[in-house]
């Protein structure tokens, strides 16, 4: 099922770049953490690929600061790309962010509750929904423009973890109409894979790789989420 209650600008779109074939249904969304080389991650990114948002993340373990992060969205929104701040509604505001990203928790209702006090009706309130199909639904209820299912990275079963990631999204893309984000993809193939499942949106994380690597991992992806729809 295609979303239908997203914020139309996190809808993928051209960003004035040339585009041969139609634009997959399936959207790029890039996560970045602000450190300093992430301008040159985010830019080669936007070069390579249509994003439909970028999320900035703390650099390690470190709070996210306004003073890293306004360029990232500035750059991003320049593109015309929708741009999250992960966790803190307050900064997102602050930042003329497009939204926020919140992670999963016992509080995560509550947290998503505040963030769209915080941000109104326009702001896009993402959450991830860890692993739990019943707290997924209850964010959806409670007002989410999109639940997510990822593969942390933590995770040391990389096999388990995303073949849980990928029995979610395909339950909820069977069922819901609230768009689902598929977190912490590697690969091309795995992005086409999850593409067919039913993801309405693919995260790649921009690792501390080369602008070159980068792009080149990028271009990759939107090629196989283009031929995920084509096959």
């Known amino acids: 099922m295609r979303p239908d209650r997203l914020s139309s600008s996190l809808i993928p779109a051209s960003n004035g770049r040339d585009v041969t074939n139609a634009e997959p249904s399936c959207g ?17 990114a936007l070069a390579a690929a249509d994003l439909a948002s970028v999320l ?29 701040v992960a966790g803190d509604a307050a900064l997102a505001r602050v930042l003329k962010a497009d939204g926020v990203h919140l992670q999963s928790g016992a509080e995560s209702v509550a947290a998503c509750e505040a963030a769209r006090g915080i941000l109104g009706a326009r702001g896009i309130v993402g959450v991830d929904a860890g692993i739990s199909r019943h707290d997924a639904m209850t964010l959806a ?8 299912f990822g593969a942390p990275a933590h995770l040391k079963d990389r096999d388990k973890a995303r073949a849980r990631r990928d029995e979610l ?25 999850l593409a067919r499942a039913g993801a309405d949106f693919i995260a790649v994380r921009l690792a501390a790789e080369s602008s070159a690597a980068v792009s080149e991992r990028l271009a990759a992806i939107a090629e196989a989420l283009h031929m995920s729809e084509a096959a």
Request: net charge negative; charged share 25%; with cysteine.
């Open 28 to 44: 790029l969304y890039a996560v970045v953490e602000a450190d300093g080389a992430a301008r040159e991650r985010l830019s080669a």
């Open 169 to 193: 999204v395909a339950w909820w893309a069977e069922i819901f109409e609230v768009p689902c984000v598929a977190f912490d993809v590697e690969a091309p193939e795995e992005a086409a894979r």
């Open 56 to 84: 900035i993340v703390a650099s390690g373990a470190t709070r996210l600061e306004a003073d890293d992060a306004r360029p990232l969205v500035e750059l991003a929104q320049r593109a015309g790309v929708a741009a999250l």
């Open 141 to 148: 209820e409670a007002g989410a423009d999109y639940v997510a």
